[in-house]
């Protein structure tokens, strides 16, 4: 488990008051061809602002930064900090026009680099068959 792996951006995440939107690399333009099919779209993201040698090594966190919630393993929560800072998160497509991909809203901070972006299929079993922790149910 010595290997490295190199992941380069494929756009930016971009949003003001108004807007959001991900701004693809023209090289990948070609890759967005029948994305405007999907209501919503996977987007996984670094987690730049977090990317140091010393938040890497964090491996157990408070969920939601709230004290209030157990400890937990970085594993089992969407925390930033995390050995490799990938990010994960649906949003809702409102359009796509040529390299850009106007959103609803997204929980990365401008300027995060994309990595990749899949149309989204909702798996086939209901929320209803899910099971999580309190605090996630608590808080969402």
Known sequence: ???TYQIRPIGVVHTTQNEIWI???ARFHEGLLGLEKFSHIT????????????QRRILQVHPRKN???????????HAP?????IAITVCKLLAVQNNRLYLDTIDALDGSPVIDIKGYIPC?????????????????
């Open 1 to 3: 488990m010595n290997r």
């Open 23 to 25: 701004d693809i690399a």
């Open 43 to 54: 987007v996984l993201y670094w987690f730049d602002r977090n990317d140091t040698p010393q």
């Open 67 to 77: 004290p209030a919630n157990p400890l937990a393993g970085v594993f089992a929560t």
């Open 81 to 85: 900090v995390r050995p490799n800072p």
């Open 124 to 140: 086939c079993k209901t929320e209803s068959e899910f099971q999580m922790p309190s605090w996630v149910k608590r808080e969402t």
